[in-house]
């Protein structure tokens, strides 16, 4: 993991957005890191860490975190997921 702080992304149109938040990490050993401009985002903000559409390998690792912090996966809908990624 790497604490970047900010990521930008350009969209359709062009224009850049940009998000900052200084819990922000990317997982830099993620196999698709960098790949079709993919990453790994983690986003930690209000006791959370956050993850937008996790793959099988992120939800891994993401188990792996809640493991040591002491916490679960969930999705949106709280569904929880186990230590393979796949859901209970």
Not at 22 to 43: C, Q, R, T
Not at 54 to 74: F, T, W, Y
């Amino acid at each position: 993991m790497r604490l970047e702080g900010s990521a930008a992304a350009t969209t359709s149109s062009g224009d850049t957005l940009v998000y900052e938040n200084p819990g922000l990490a990317v997982w830099i050993k993620y196999s698709g890191h960098g790949l079709n401009e993919n990453m790994a985002w983690f986003d930690y903000r209000n006791g959370e860490i956050v993850v937008k559409n996790p793959d099988q390998e992120i939800l891994i690792k993401m188990h792996q975190i809640a493991s040591v912090l002491g916490a679960r996966v969930q999705s949106d809908d709280g569904e929880a997921y186990n230590a393979a990624g796949e859901v209970e």
